[in-house]
């Protein structure tokens, strides 16, 4: 079956299409992963970034991310009409991932989560260090929150998550 058809991206196949950062840069700063692979006409997310970290050849062309130049700013996770706009960040031993979402409860620093994959099946627990609430060009403002997780590899699999109450 097609990605397309299935409805997501495996790990492996994004890999295989180099969306992921270098570990070594990931445990250096925080970066944009974009896993929008499709041809569509759509580029908020280049006309947000002012660092010009994002490059689309045109306007239907996969978006790609120059990490170098990327400053983990957040913006383009803000503005992504796909929510397919993520930040991945390791840090002492730690994973990050950075994600939109736009469900209730509203999100709190220190609320505990389920960490939920592509598939959207739980794959662990973690806990919130950093909600935004923020604007997007001229769309309503979304939340922005970073989850924490204790096992670094998961912040290649976390794409989504569930407040825990
Ligand atoms: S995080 Fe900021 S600097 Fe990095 S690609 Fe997104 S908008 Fe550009
Ligand atoms: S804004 Fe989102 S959906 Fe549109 S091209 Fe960029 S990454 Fe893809």
Redesign the pocket.
């Known amino acids: 079956m097609k990605p397309v058809q299935r409805g997501y991206y495996t790990r492996e196949e994004l890999e295989e299409l180099g969306v992921f950062p270098p570990r070594e840069e990931l445990e250096k700063k925080r970066l944009c992963v974009?896993e929008?692979v499709e041809e569509?006409p759509?580029?908020?997310?280049?006309a947000v970034c002012r660092s010009g970290a994002i490059i689309?050849e045109g306007l239907c062309k996969?978006?790609v991310v120059d990490w170098k130049a990327c400053i983990g700013c957040t913006m383009c996770v803000a503005?992504?009409?796909?929510m397919?706009?993520f930040m991945q960040w390791i840090e002492d031993g730690d994973g990050y991932v950075t994600m939109p979402y736009e469900l209730l409860p509203e999100p709190k620093i220190g609320d505990r989560v389920q960490l939920l994959n592509r598939k959207g099946e739980a794959v662990g627990e973690g806990m919130i260090v950093n909600p935004t609430y923020q604007a997007r060009g001229d769309a309503y403002p979304r939340w922005v929150v970073t989850v924490k997780m204790d096992d670094p590899d998961l912040s290649y699999e976390v794409r989504a998550f569930k407040i825990l109450e």
């Open positions: 974009i929008c569509i759509c580029n908020p997310c280049a689309k996969p978006p503005a992504c009409p796909g397919a706009i």
